[in-house]
């Protein structure tokens, strides 16, 4: 089935820069949107961004400016750059893909990664 494999997370100073990459296997259905979500402890998960399948983008507020999605539809693969990193963008975050196949619906999400901004 459906598998979504995160990667690119880690431990970064404020101001600093990572780059989150999704690779997604298996794929059976028309892709309707891929986006990334994030959690931190206490809080509910949230939208960070979000890619159509016709390219068009959307950002929580507190990322817009310094975060970019973009895909490779070729590979299968999402990603987000995230520019000047602050504490606050401490979170789990998770690739969520979800598309349509006739009368069926698919929403999948990866496993998460840990994205961690301290000095």
Not at 57 to 62: G, L, V
Not at 90 to 116: F, K, P
């Amino acid at each position: 089935q459906v598998q979504l494999v995160e990667s690119g997370g880690g431990l970064v100073q404020p101001g600093g820069f990572l780059r989150l990459s999704c690779a997604a296997s298996g794929i059976i259905f028309s892709i309707s949107a891929m986006g990334w979500y994030r959690q931190a402890p206490g809080n509910e998960r949230e939208l960070v961004a979000v890619i159509t399948s016709g390219g068009s983008t959307n950002y929580a507020d507190s990322v817009k400016d310094r975060f970019t999605i973009s895909r490779d539809n070729a590979k299968n693969t999402v990603y987000l750059q995230m520019n000047s990193l602050k504490p606050e963008d401490t979170a789990v975050y998770y690739c969520n893909v979800r598309g349509v196949r006739g009368r069926d619906t698919y929403d999948s999400w990866g496993q998460g990664t840990q994205v961690t901004v301290s000095s």
